[in-house]
């Protein structure tokens, strides 16, 4: 692992082709079923941010009233080109998903370098199945921070690999600061893409150090001074974040990282720790991965015999123990499995770096016999043809998820924003599409801008007494999301509006509807 392989230009080129055309593709089969959008309600709420920051000048979701619902500051400041420049939110969003997409390929690309330096087409390989992945592409066109996260995780890996690599030479300490300043640039911006980011600039630290040894800790070694150059790079960009977040709901953190963890509290209660971790992992097996998973073994044996032999290559370990510890961290704190499992999406490319490397050892290796040949060719073969299947059958999933967005979030909040007063509060649990097409005030069921409600999400009753206190007039919610039951009264004899559309039935759920709240006498307002 000494020599580093390049990539050219031209496989670049091929990466950011393959990516553009995956996230065309996506788009175009939600335009066939029913026309563009988000595949997440969420990705609504980023778009209302990006909007409000540049209108209004404001960090707020309901213009007039500052909040930190957005678990991804930079990924808005980035939407909020689309709104300054006065071009359209869905081009600005896809084009900057499949940049996202490309800039894992060619990352990526860089990482298998390391890793395979005498294995021909490593790199190349590696880009293009990165851009093939339909978890990724989904991402990519989803309207939401995981691609740029992802692109991020594995920059962050590739500076500390370049780092390591470069104070194994004649390093000068202002040469380490710098490059940590560097690296500590990258760590910022991955932590304000997503706060959990800081789990992987931690490590990469401590691995760092670990790998170095005894004289890692010695002053002004590269080690120390690199840290110092990280440290305070990152604290100059992410401790201002850190300060507006605690005016504004009196936390370090968006108030979206306890809402979603209150939120799950039941499911954690209600699984085992295994089930948890294979809940989570199950929904990127749909996929290539799972066929490159021999390789990825092999991989993983390699790095293993490399760090007994030489301790400083621990550094390549480190996108596999942040995988493990990614992983974990939702697991045990949020086990959100749905929407194919977008919360552990970013660590496929990490792992690919892996699998599609040690894939290609296996087939040379294998030369030597018949049947090896054979077996060896037809798992890469078989890699291949499952990664298009995958990538077209991950275009019409996407596709139908944009199709029950549309058909029940957004069609309700353009309802709710012809029919409803806008000085009516209402009380709703999906709240970007309502954010965008029907700005006023709200009372969040999630607790995302609302964070009061947080403590009583297992307690209906009290939902609705807060709810009555607050002087809510409608609610808008999906069966799953109310309060209490249909038959409740104070949802009154029937839903004011129900959007009737199949799709969200068909899939498991149910259809969005808005009840005219009726309150008892003693709780008027």
Same mark, same amino acid.
């Given at each position: +692992? ?23 593709? @996506? ?50 400041? $980035? ?41 021909? &087409?490593? #790199?190349?390989?590696?880009?293009? $199945? ?33 780092? %390591?690599?470069? /104070? ?9 600061? *710098?490059?940590?300043?560097?690296? &500590? ?42 840290t110092a150059g990280l440290a305070l790079a990152w604290a100059a960009i992410c401790v201002p974040a850190a300060?507006? !977040? ?31 971790? #294979?809940? +989570?992992?199950?929904? $990127? ?39 493990? $510890?990614?992983?974990?961290? @939702? ?5 959100? !499995?749905?929407?194919? &499992?977008? @919360?552990? +999406? ?13 894939? *290609?050892?296996?087939?040379?290796? %294998? ?13 890469? *073969? ?16 996407? #596709? ?8 029940? +979030? ?10 409803? %007063?806008?000085?009516? *509060? ?8 309502? #954010?965008?097409? /029907? ?11 609302s964070p009061e409600i947080v403590p009583l999400f297992r307690d209906g009753e009290a939902i609705m007494r807060l709810m009555c206190a607050r002087g809510v007039a409608y609610l808008m919610a999906m069966p799953d999301q ?20 199949? @799709? ?22």
């Open positions: +692992m000494t020599r580093l392989r390049r990539v050219s230009v031209r496989d670049d080129l091929i990466v950011l082709v393959l990516a553009v055309i995956g996230v065309a593709l @996506y788009v175009t089969a939600a335009l066939r079923l029913d026309a563009a959008g988000y595949p997440l309600d969420d990705a609504w709420i980023h778009q209302t941010y990006a909007r409000n920051l540049v209108e209004h000048g404001e960090w707020a979701f309901v213009p007039g009233q500052p909040s930190s619902a957005s678990t991804a500051p930079l990924y808005t400041l $980035l939407l909020a080109g689309a709104y300054l420049l006065g071009v359209s939110h869905f081009a600005w969003t896809f084009a900057l998903g499949a940049l996202s997409l490309s800039a894992a390929g060619w990352i990526g690309a860089r990482l298998a370098g390391y890793l395979w330096p005498d294995v021909r &087409g490593a #790199g190349l390989w590696t880009g293009i $199945l990165v851009a093939l992945s339909w978890h990724l592409v989904w991402a990519a066109a989803s309207g939401m921070e995981t691609m740029l996260f992802t692109a991020l995780v594995l920059a962050l890996v590739w500076a500390t690999w370049a780092d %390591a690599r470069a /104070a194994q030479g004649d390093l000068l300490p202002r040469q380490a600061l *710098l490059r940590g300043a560097r690296t &500590g640039a990258v760590s910022a911006a991955l932590t304000l893409t997503r706060p959990e980011g800081v789990a992987l600039v931690g490590l990469a630290v401590v691995l760092r150090a670990v790998a170095a040894g005894r004289d890692a800790w010695r002053w002004r070694s590269p080690v120390v001074t690199w300060a507006l !977040n605690w005016q504004l709901s009196g936390t370090l953190l968006p108030d979206t990282a306890a809402a979603k963890q209150a939120e799950y509290v039941p499911i954690s209660e209600r699984w085992s720790l295994p089930e948890r971790y #294979g809940r +989570m992992v199950v929904p $990127l097996v749909a996929g290539h991965l799972s066929l490159a998973l021999p390789g990825l073994l092999l991989a993983c044996a390699s790095v293993a015999r490399q760090v007994r032999r030489d301790r400083r290559t621990l550094i390549y370990a480190l996108p596999l123990l942040w995988a493990a $510890l990614h992983v974990s961290a @939702y697991a045990l704190r949020l086990p959100a !499995n749905y929407q194919h &499992g977008r @919360y552990v +999406m970013p660590i496929l490319p990490a792992l690919l770096v892996f699998g599609v490397g040690g894939t *290609l050892v296996l087939v040379q290796r %294998a030369r030597r016999s018949a049947a090896g040949r054979v077996l060896s060719r037809s798992l890469a *073969l078989a890699l291949l043809l499952v990664t298009g299947g995958f990538w077209i059958i991950g275009a019409r999933q996407y #596709g139908a998820d944009v199709r029950i967005i549309n058909t029940e +979030m957004v069609v309700t909040a353009k309802w709710v924003r012809a029919n409803l %007063a806008e000085d009516d *509060l209402l009380a709703v649990h999906d709240i970007g599409a309502v #954010g965008y097409f /029907a700005p006023r005030s709200i009372f969040d069921l999630a607790g995302l801008v109310r309060p209490v039951p249909p038959d409740d009264p104070r949802l009154g004899e029937a839903p004011i509006f129900v959007t009737g559309a199949p @799709y969200a039935p068909a899939a498991g759920g149910g259809n969005m509807a808005v009840y005219r709240l009726e309150w008892p006498v003693e709780c008027a307002w």
